[in-house]
Structures are given as C-alpha cells and as structure tokens.
C-alpha cells in the first residue's frame, strides 16, 4: 500500500464517479499485455486495441458490428435452436448449466451471432463468434448458424465475412459438435457454386484453435488475421510437451502464419471494414475506387 493506492486513487474515483452508481470500476480496464490502465470511452473508441502498446483484446460481436457496419445499424438473422444437451453430458457441472452460465454472463444466446447489412454501402452477410461465451466452442448451434449465414448471403447474393474466435469443437457435444465441421464445409459450397461465385471472407482473431481452424476458418477465398492472433490446430504447449523441443518465437502467430503462407493479410482492428469492403468489391468484379469515393462522402 502507498500514497497513490490510499490517497490518489480514491480521489479520482470521487471524481470521476457517475450519478446514480456505486462504483466506477466499470469505467476503467487493464491492458492485458502492458498493464495500461485504460477509460472505457477511450477503449470503446479504439475498437479494444490499447493505444499504448496496440494489444487487440477481446471484443464481442455485438461491439465489432456496431463498429463494422455503416451507422452501426444491422439486422440479426434467426438461427434454429438445436435442442439442449442430447447427451446429457455432465462433468464438474452438467452442459445444461454451463449454457445457462454462459448466456447469463454474455447476454447472448450461443457462441455465434449472424447479422446482415451494409459495409461501405455493401450489403454484407457476417458471422462472428463469441470466446467469452464457452469459449466460442463450436457446437451444433454455431453449425446452424453459419448454415444460416450461407443461405441468406445467397438469398441476397452478398458476400459473407466470418471473424472467428474458438478453443475448438464443444467437447459436451462429442460427435455431434464434429460434425458441424464438414456441415459448415458443405454448406459454403453454396457460395461458390451460386452464379455468380460469392465472396467469403475470413478474419482469424485471437484465438481460433482445434476443429474450427480445420474446418471452416481456413476456407475463405481471402485469409486475414488481427495482428498476433494465436492461430493453430493444437496449441504450442501441446506441441512442445509432444516434441520435447522449444519452439520459435511467435509460432503458430499471425505473423509467422502470414510469412510461411498460410494468411494472405494481418490488418489492423481499425483498418478490417475497410479492407473487407474493398476486398468483396475486387471478388464481384466491381471498381474499389467506388468504396473509396463512398468513404471520402460519408466524411464530407
């Protein structure tokens, strides 16, 4: 305990305190690669990118879509409900009240969202997931989900973005949560067989691990990835206890994915609306220069 702990901080909690709370701890976050402390205004406007060190912390699809799509307006599309724990699977707790856990903290139904609107006047299809949510494991839910995404691009022949976030298939539901991933391969088979062939784009965040990076986050006709998203099948601690060996600085990295061709870009937070927009518009055969005439009008 010192000066700034006893004195300094409680004075800017007076300070800063809002009217009708009890407390400000809402208000504040820590970097979790430099220790910055951040204001939530701050963070909110940097899309959770640290300004001091430009760490890309976690962000929820609901926040990156109010960022992603023009005026922050978009429309949730409907995914079926598969029905709750087939297996009754039950380990410390039972599946049933993991669900309900994880919708309690996250506020969202599963582990996916899938909405639709315009990016840079595009009409967009997007999918993201959720890691604060089971930590965006993918069960039969995020399989229907992007079944769900696939059949509404086609039906309004947009492109479809996918940002991923995943340890991997959701072990309580066994087989059936192995399984979404060749139905989410099947299904955006969809995409390129439309006439004309449809973009689908992926941005790999961190992280996006096991049966989600073998299946459906490793398909898109582009490959981005937010800059030192961990990126791999098995993570390096299993490789390392399996070969005995020390791996290289930042392996399994975006970075070192991107220099041994596994990515085609790693872009900035800031930066991904714009590239998706202008990447989809090359794929459809129309001009990017209209994107960037649209973008110099929306900041007129």
């Known amino acids: 305990m010192n000066w700034i702990t006893n004195f300094v901080r409680p004075k800017i909690k007076s300070i800063l305190q809002v009217p009708g709370t009890s407390s400000t701890e809402d208000l504040w976050s820590k970097c979790d690669e430099c220790g910055a402390i951040l204001y939530h205004r701050e963070l909110d406007h940097s899309q959770n990118v640290c300004p001091s060190c430009d760490h890309h912390m976690g962000i929820t699809p609901r926040e990156r879509f109010r960022k992603l799509f023009d005026g922050g307006a978009f429309t949730e599309i409907a995914v079926p409900v598969p029905s709750v724990d087939p297996l009754k699977f039950r380990d410390q707790k039972r599946y049933s009240e993991r669900l309900r856990a994880a919708q309690k903290k996250t506020g969202e139904a599963e ?3 899938v909405a ?9 299809v997007v999918a993201a997931q959720d890691f604060n949510f089971m930590g965006g494991s993918m069960g039969r839910y995020v399989g229907n989900a992007i079944i769900a995404a696939c059949r509404r691009a086609v039906e309004l022949s947009s492109p479809l973005a996918l940002f991923t976030a995943a340890g991997g298939a959701r072990m309580q539901e066994g087989i059936l949560s192995l399984m979404q991933m060749p139905r989410t391969t099947v299904a955006l088979q969809s995409l390129k067989q439309n006439d004309p062939p449809l973009p689908y784009i992926v941005v790999l965040t961190h992280p996006t691990t096991g049966g ?21 099948f098995a993570g390096p601690r299993v490789i390392e206890q399996t070969i005995r060996e020390k791996l290289p600085e930042g392996f399994q990295r975006a970075e070192h994915l991107l220099q041994h061709g596994m990515l085609d870009r790693v872009t900035h937070r800031g930066k991904i609306r714009d590239e998706i927009a202008s990447i989809a ?6 001009d990017p220069a209209v994107m960037g005439e649209i973008s110099v009008a929306e900041t007129a």
């Open 212 to 232: 989600v990076t073998a299946s459906y986050a490793m398909l898109g006709d582009v490959q981005i990835a937010e800059p030192k998203a961990l990126i791999c």
């Open 116 to 124: 639709e609107g315009r990016i840079h006047r595009t009409e967009f």
């Open 111 to 113: 582990a996916m969202l």
């Open 281 to 286: 518009l090359m794929l459809m055969n129309k």
